[in-house]
């Protein structure tokens, strides 16, 4: 299984905005991001206080984790968090090393 790690940061004022964009981004992603091969599981998440966002994907290779890069509905969506003052890090892919699924 592989990790595919988006990270972001946006400034406490624009807390809303950021929040507000990722709501939005169910909507243009969740149908898209269903039919992938190989999507084993997906997280959008937020730290209110950290002023952080982090997107987690569980695929079941890397070559799956990587096709999020050319994802036409996700291209997308990054100018619309930009907008709301998201800084985006590098992506990561991490293989998976051990794992606990209760």
Sequence with gaps: MIVRISKGTFPPNRLGD??????ASETELREALEVMPGLVHYYVAIDRDAG???NVSVWE???HARAMSELAAMLAQRPVLEAAGVTFEP????????AITP
Excluded at 91 to 98: A, F
């Design 91 to 98: 992506i990561t892919n991490h293989d998976t090393l051990w």
């Design 52 to 54: 952080q966002l982090t």
């Design 18 to 23: 950021a929040e507000r964009a990722l709501a």
């Design 61 to 63: 290779t890397v070559d």
